[in-house]
């Protein structure tokens, strides 16, 4: 634990943030794992409307900086290609 008060503070914001993140995170992650499943068991309109909320999901966090623009266009664009197979 921090002794300057700074830091101290840093270290809570930080919890915070990271709880933000985290659970952001597995929103979209639990989104596209829903995708995939449903591509692979054959409901492609399911999967398709799944990944609308997903794509959201992964714009969002995108916007937030809590992953990369380019790394958001990846998932997305892997996704959209497991949702129409």
Do not use: C, W, Y
Request: charged share 30%.
């Amino acid at each position: 634990m921090p002794n300057i008060k700074s830091s101290i503070r840093s270290v809570k914001t930080d919890a915070k943030r990271r709880a933000m993140n985290s659970s952001a995170k597995a929103s979209f992650r639990n989104a596209s794992r829903k995708v995939a499943t449903l591509a692979q068991a054959g409901s492609k309109e399911e999967a398709q409307a799944t990944f609308a909320t997903a794509s959201s999901f992964i714009d969002k966090a995108a916007r937030k900086g809590i992953i990369h623009k380019n790394t958001a266009a990846k998932k997305k664009s892997r996704l959209a290609k497991k949702s129409t197979l």
